[in-house]
């Protein structure tokens, strides 16, 4: 596939990170005369998408190139596709791969936008892809990095990071999505790209639950810069690199994540930090904060390695119901004296 041009590509979620990538890519590829196809769930909005080049919903007027187009039918946006990006809920991408994969053409590379650990498995998107579709490592990518989706599709610029075992996929990919606002790195480090994705959005509901209770910025960086080394622990344990969490995908996408009122999982945090129950939050936010559905699954990985991640374990002690806000902060700040150098306490 490297050093070819894709027939087409397919992105299968029309939410808004879903359609601001398709964004991305079809203003990086249309002087190739390469169709950029949406697998979108409603019919409504695949027909928003065909007939006024807009998916109000997510991303209000925005206007999307004219080499999107937009379906319902799984097979038909997927036929031809030799780029498919998956950008669906994390707990629904075992049942929704497990439709489609039927339609994916021979050789297909499936590329991750997913930031999300599955619950029951505690295996990462990447890991689910490969083996759902029996795909090998070098056909499965992922992508990370500050990429707040509001910010993108009004073309501001940012950058982000392609993941892939095999650095010729994972530059190819880049080449693909290279827009004049939208800078790609790549990294063999798929395991930290993914984890650091993962894990910022728990503790970018740390933050936010400290926002909502009217807490400064003092607390607020003290979150994020210890939220960085508890995921910097859990990355190196598993196998994963340090310069990794140093970059984009790691404290780049970590800040963004935790200080952007843009950023679902930190308003999820503020909201909760508010005084609302989990239920209420949920009705509110019209998509999925990630960090609420992963939590669990990462605190569960983390202790089945002996990785202390204290926000983690505090922040999954609230969303359960088993410790309250207002105490969360009390909890954390009770903890044994240490250095701050220690990677493994």
Not at 3 to 12: C, D, E, F, G, S
Not at 38 to 59: D, K, P, Q, V
Not at 127 to 145: N, R, Y
Not at 270 to 276: D, I, S
């Given at each position: 596939?490297?050093?070819?041009l894709?027939?087409?590509?397919?992105?299968?979620?029309?939410?808004s990170?879903?359609?601001?990538?398709?964004?991305v890519?079809?203003?990086a590829?249309?002087h190739h005369?390469?169709?950029?196809?949406?697998?979108?769930?409603?019919?409504?909005?695949?027909?928003?998408?065909?007939?006024?080049?807009?998916?109000?919903r997510?991303?209000?007027?925005t206007?999307?190139?004219?080499?999107?187009?937009?379906?319902?039918?799984?097979?038909?946006?997927l036929a031809q596709?030799?780029?498919?990006?998956?950008?669906i809920?994390?707990?629904?991408?075992?049942?929704?791969?497990?439709?489609?994969k039927?339609y994916?053409?021979?050789?297909?590379?499936?590329?991750?936008?997913?930031?999300?650990?599955?619950r029951?498995?505690?295996?990462?998107?990447?890991?689910?892809?490969a083996?759902?579709?029996?795909?090998?490592?070098?056909k499965?990518?992922?992508l990370?990095?500050?990429?707040?989706a509001?910010?993108?599709?009004?073309?501001?610029?940012?950058?982000s990071?392609?993941?892939?075992?095999d650095?010729?996929?994972a530059t190819?990919i880049?080449?693909?999505?290279?827009?004049?606002?939208?800078?790609?790195?790549?990294?063999?480090?798929?395991?930290?790209?993914?984890?650091?994705?993962?894990?910022?959005?728990?503790?970018?509901l740390?933050?936010?639950m400290?926002?909502?209770?009217?807490?400064?910025?003092?607390?607020?960086?003290?979150?994020?810069?210890?939220?960085?080394?508890?995921?910097?622990?859990?990355?190196?344990?598993l196998?994963?690199?340090?310069d990794t969490?140093?970059?984009?995908?790691?404290?780049?996408d970590?800040?963004?994540?935790?200080?952007?009122?843009?950023?679902?999982?930190?308003?999820?945090g503020?909201?909760?930090?508010?005084?609302?129950?989990?239920?209420?939050?949920?009705?509110?936010?019209?998509?999925?904060?990630?960090g609420i559905?992963?939590a669990?699954?990462?605190?569960?990985?983390?202790?089945?390695?002996?990785?202390?991640?204290?926000?983690t374990?505090?922040?999954?002690?609230?969303?359960?119901?088993?410790?309250?806000?207002?105490?969360?902060?009390?909890r954390?700040?009770?903890?044994?004296l240490?250095?701050?150098?220690?990677?493994?306490?």
């Amino acid at each position: 596939m490297p050093n070819t041009l894709p027939r087409k590509i397919a992105v299968m979620g029309a939410g808004s990170w879903g359609t601001t990538f398709a964004k991305v890519l079809a203003d990086a590829v249309e002087h190739h005369d390469i169709p950029v196809m949406i697998w979108a769930r409603r019919s409504e909005a695949a027909a928003e998408i065909n007939e006024r080049h807009t998916n109000s919903r997510y991303l209000r007027e925005t206007k999307l190139p004219a080499n999107i187009s937009a379906s319902s039918d799984k097979a038909e946006v997927l036929a031809q596709a030799d780029l498919v990006v998956l950008a669906i809920p994390s707990q629904s991408l075992r049942s929704e791969l497990a439709e489609f994969k039927q339609y994916l053409e021979t050789g297909a590379v499936l590329l991750s936008l997913m930031k999300g650990l599955e619950r029951g498995t505690d295996l990462r998107m990447s890991e689910v892809i490969a083996e759902v579709t029996a795909l090998p490592q070098d056909k499965v990518a992922v992508l990370s990095g500050p990429n707040l989706a509001m910010e993108i599709a009004r073309e501001q610029p940012t950058a982000s990071v392609v993941a892939c075992t095999d650095p010729e996929v994972a530059t190819w990919i880049a080449e693909l999505c290279s827009a004049p606002y939208f800078r790609p790195y790549t990294n063999d480090d798929v395991l930290g790209v993914e984890l650091g994705g993962i894990v910022k959005n728990i503790i970018a509901l740390a933050v936010g639950m400290c926002d909502g209770m009217g807490f400064g910025d003092n607390t607020k960086s003290s979150v994020i810069t210890r939220g960085l080394a508890e995921t910097t622990r859990l990355v190196l344990s598993l196998g994963g690199r340090m310069d990794t969490l140093a970059g984009l995908s790691g404290l780049g996408d970590l800040v963004a994540t935790c200080s952007s009122a843009l950023s679902r999982n930190n308003t999820a945090g503020r909201l909760l930090g508010q005084g609302l129950f989990l239920e209420e939050v949920n009705d509110r936010m019209s998509q999925t904060a990630e960090g609420i559905k992963s939590a669990r699954a990462v605190f569960d990985l983390a202790t089945a390695h002996g990785v202390d991640m204290p926000i983690t374990e505090a922040v999954t002690m609230v969303l359960e119901g088993n410790l309250s806000v207002e105490n969360m902060a009390q909890r954390l700040l009770a903890r044994d004296l240490k250095s701050e150098g220690e990677l493994q306490s």
